[in-house]
């Protein structure tokens, strides 16, 4: 739009034409200054940028691709939970059947231990990939963090949902990306995403001192979370060699070489225990919380 033209949109938009010239002048001078690609406006410059990256990422042939799957497993005894007290928040606590626990650990039937972040660390090189579409959605509900551990791309969308009649509070703790805090006060969604990749950036809830997730950002599609039972696959992969990270918020990190050819499949096992961690975990430190009266970890 020419400034001709714009001045007469923001005219007639504010109704600005007995308004004194000058005055006319430095509006219009304001918004043709505003209306530059700067990037987080939406303008046509950053559609075309990211259509251009998206134009140039690898596409990995469906024939030729490849599979890393495995299981993570725990030795030893398994620490119990804690249970939770959600007695003054009776909107919770009548969503759960059984009483709600703090499990940092938890470990299925056949010893196989959830909440591990397993992606590709090492491999991809300088290979580029699409943001994906589709949000991640991370839900409160019923006091609790749903799913614990999850995994985004860098710039990818994650979706916070408040499925409680009440307050909750998102406190992250990154190093890597721009921290934020954000209360719902019922009911709502916030939208939010981190830029950089960073493993991992803690959650926390400030009005309830129970609640925390993690989430796992990565430069590339190329991660899961493992189940309940323990077992995680990896799909779409470019034929290569790779190393990967399992990453547990109490019990460490370890880390596999697996190499995979066309349409193979691979396999990474990794074992934790409570005793010998693997090593480091690499996150930033917990959010410090100050818990209002009542809501305190029972």
């Known amino acids: 739009m020419s400034i001709k033209e714009t001045n007469m949109s923001i005219k007639q938009e504010y109704g600005m034409s007995n308004m004194n010239p000058t005055w006319v002048a430095l509006v219009v001078a304001l918004a043709v200054g505003c209306g530059g690609d700067d990037g987080a406006g939406g303008g046509d410059g950053g559609a075309d940028a990211a259509g251009d990256a998206q134009a140039a990422a690898p596409v990995v042939d469906p024939a030729v691709a490849a599979t890393i799957s495995g299981m993570v497993s725990f030795v030893g005894t398994a620490p119990a939970g804690t249970p939770i007290d959600m007695s003054e928040e009776p909107a919770c606590a009548e969503k759960h059947t059984t009483t709600p626990m703090i499990q940092p650990v938890r470990v299925g039937d056949g010893g196989g231990l959830a909440d591990v972040f397993v992606y590709v660390k090492e491999g991809l090189g300088d290979m580029t990939f699409p943001t994906p579409a589709t949000p991640v959605i991370l839900d409160q509900n019923g006091c609790q963090y749903s799913p614990h551990v999850i995994g985004i791309m860098a710039g990818q969308d994650i979706t916070i949902r408040n499925s409680d009649p009440l307050l909750h509070n998102i406190n992250t703790k990154s190093e890597i ?47 899961a979370v493992s189940s309940a039972d323990g077992t995680f696959t990896i799909s779409g992969l470019p034929p290569g060699e790779y190393v990967i990270e399992a990453w547990h918020a109490t019990l460490g990190v370890s880390t596999q070489s697996v190499t995979v050819g066309d349409a193979e499949t691979g396999t990474a096992n990794f074992s934790f225990s409570e005793d010998v961690a693997s090593g480091p975990v690499p996150m930033g430190e917990p959010v410090d919380l100050t818990h209002p009266a009542g809501h305190s970890a029972g």
């Open 177 to 223: 990306n721009r921290s934020f805090n954000v209360s719902q006060p019922r009911a709502m969604e916030t939208t939010r995403t981190f830029k950089d990749a960073e493993i991992m950036i803690p959650v926390k809830c400030d009005v309830h001192g129970w609640m925390n997730a993690y989430i796992g950002v990565t430069d590339n599609p190329y991660h």
